[in-house]
């Protein structure tokens, strides 16, 4: 006869699966998987290129020193031509076992519309691009509710979280499904917390990474089913608080607050996992599991607007 305890051990277990499995991908994820990103090493002689936006500073800096670190030609964009050189000059004087490498940029202020895409592609198109990290971006701690942000202001914040990675990709996308022949090709767009629990205040720059969320489930689902697979891959990074000291505030380095350079390592280390949505830093992982999963919107909803309250107050002192 089944007892109860029975029919409850049974239930028990059953219950049990989905967070066992969670644990274990977490391990096999964070502690046991190898890295793969040598796998987007194909190509012809002159070896593969990876792009990364808003490479001048912050986490797109970091991550390029690890592309180039770990053989990688880099194609790199930024806004201010000067600052770009000196980074290129840093960067070759970082990884001096790469000094063969091809380093080239472009220049191209994220936050305006109206650009010519093709035009800005044309000297890259045949190089064989296999990763592109789509970088730029940021929102800011001004504190200014919709109302009271110009309408350009507005327009800045999309195109240069949305529509400038949009954009930028629809160009590079025929040159991506031709490198994609000789092996994969994995375009990962830079997403943020904010997309997940839309602070106060930050409600514009929080849908620019709701947006790019959606686009990269789409987009991955265009290349793999419908007349795919095509090879190019699509990932959408769940970033969480990083340290830059390009930032109005920045935050100090901490176990919850990384480094660009440590985080840039664990994006190169996660790069090609599979996931369509990957917190790189494992701390963030396990923070995002209790944002989203364990503790209700209400919670979240008032602590994240006492953090905004303290981001914005630092902004003002000019801390
Ligand atoms: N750091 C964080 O805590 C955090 C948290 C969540 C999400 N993220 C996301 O991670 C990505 C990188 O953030 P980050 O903190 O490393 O940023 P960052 O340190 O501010 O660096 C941003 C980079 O983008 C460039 N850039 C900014 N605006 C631009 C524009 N209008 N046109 C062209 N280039 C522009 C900057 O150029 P300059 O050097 O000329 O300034 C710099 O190279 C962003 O997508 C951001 O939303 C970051």
Redesign the pocket.
């Known amino acids: 006869m089944v007892s109860t305890v029975n029919v409850l051990a049974v239930l028990g277990v059953l219950l049990a699966i989905p967070h066992l499995y969670r644990i274990a991908s977490f391990v096999w994820l964070y502690v046991l998987r190898p890295t793969t990103i040598k796998e987007y090493l194909h190509g012809p002689k002159g070896g593969a290129y990876a792009i990364v936006?808003?490479?001048?500073?912050?986490?797109?800096?970091a991550t390029a020193a690890e592309l180039l670190r770990n053989g990688f030609n880099l194609i790199l964009?930024?806004?201010?031509e000067a600052?770009m050189q000196k980074v290129v000059e840093e960067l070759r004087a970082r990884v001096p076992e790469k000094k063969d490498a091809d380093v080239r940029y472009f220049m191209?202020?994220?936050?305006q519309g109206g650009h010519d895409f093709e035009k800005m592609i044309e000297p890259f198109k045949d190089l064989h691009i296999t990763l592109v990290y789509h970088?730029?971006?940021?929102?800011d701690t001004i504190g200014l509710r919709l109302d009271e942000r110009t309408e350009e202001n507005v327009h800045?914040m999309i195109n240069?979280?949305a529509l400038f990675p949009l954009f930028l990709n629809r160009a590079l996308l025929p040159y991506l499904r031709r490198n994609a022949q000789s092996g994969p090709v994995l375009v990962q767009f830079?997403?943020?917390?904010?997309g997940d629990i839309a602070p106060p205040r930050l409600a514009v720059y929080a849908a620019t990474?709701g947006f790019l969320e959606s686009l990269t489930r789409g987009l991955d689902n265009d290349e793999l089913f419908f007349d795919g697979p095509t090879g190019v891959r699509y990932s959408y990074l769940a970033?969480?608080?990083?340290?830059?000291e390009?930032?109005e505030a920045p935050?100090a380095v901490s176990l919850s607050?990384p480094s660009?350079e440590t985080y840039a390592q664990c994006i190169v280390k996660r790069t090609g996992c599979g996931r369509r949505r990957v917190a790189p830093y494992a701390v963030h992982a396990m923070m995002q599991y209790f944002l989203r999963d364990v503790l209700g919107d209400g919670v979240i909803d008032k602590a994240s607007a006492d953090e905004m309250r303290t981001l914005i107050a630092r902004t003002r002192k000019g801390e």
Do not use: P
């Open positions: 936006t808003g490479a001048t500073d912050g986490i797109g800096k964009h930024g806004r201010n600052k191209a202020d994220a936050a970088n730029v971006g940021g929102g800045h240069k979280n830079f997403g943020s917390l904010a990474k970033v969480g608080a990083v340290n830059s390009n930032h935050m607050t660009s």
